[in-house]
């Protein structure tokens, strides 16, 4: 017998919670300025704050949430079920196999908007602990155009914006030149 592991049990009761509301999540109104705020890694790639907050507690492209997790490294996390947000740098090497990634990443919150929100909304997700303890430590830090850190998930604040970010259909930060096909292009920061 097969036996799921903390997170995967997390996940299917969360999954099952989604689906018994029916209706869905109440993600109220959109304010398409705040989801649009624009906040920037240690390296100075920006992304929208949901983005950020999306690729520091979902697997930050590497682990749990990530296409290139495996294994014991998707902590339980379904294959397939992915949420890369990391923008398209021409420093990392070939554009579209980056930009399907991240395409794809978005299109999975948006397949997944109930469940995604009413996970970390019932603190359900991000399974900070001991099964992930460390793993946050290597994740990028964002910061908005004051220095100011972007607030947790799974705070009240960070809560409150990442709903208004669902509730806008996820907009992200596709690059930083060129043109976009789905997403908006912003500069890096100097």
Excluded: K
């Amino acid at each position: 017998m097969h036996r799921l592991s903390l997170a995967g049990r997390r996940l299917g009761a969360g999954l099952l919670l989604a689906l018994s509301v029916g209706c869905g999540a109440d993600l109220g109104e959109c304010d398409d300025a705040l989801a649009r705020t624009v906040v920037y890694d240690d390296e100075g790639l920006p992304a929208y704050e949901g983005q950020a907050m999306v690729r520091l507690s979902c697997g930050s492209s590497a682990f749990c949430h990530a296409a290139t997790a495996e294994g014991v490294g998707r902590f339980g996390a379904p294959a397939g079920l992915d949420f890369d947000m990391t923008p398209v740098d021409p420093g990392f090497g070939a554009l579209e196999p980056q930009r399907e990634r991240l395409d794809a990443g978005r299109q999975a919150i948006l397949d997944h908007i109930d469940a995604a929100y009413l996970l970390v909304e019932s603190g359900e997700m991000p399974p900070f602990g001991e099964q992930t303890l460390g793993l946050f430590d290597r994740v990028p830090r964002y910061t908005d155009d004051a220095g100011e850190r972007i607030p947790p998930i799974d705070s009240v604040e960070g809560i409150a914006r990442y709903r208004n970010w669902l509730a806008c259909d996820a907009p992200v930060v596709e690059a930083t030149s060129g043109s976009p096909t789905f997403g908006d292009v912003v500069p890096a920061r100097p």
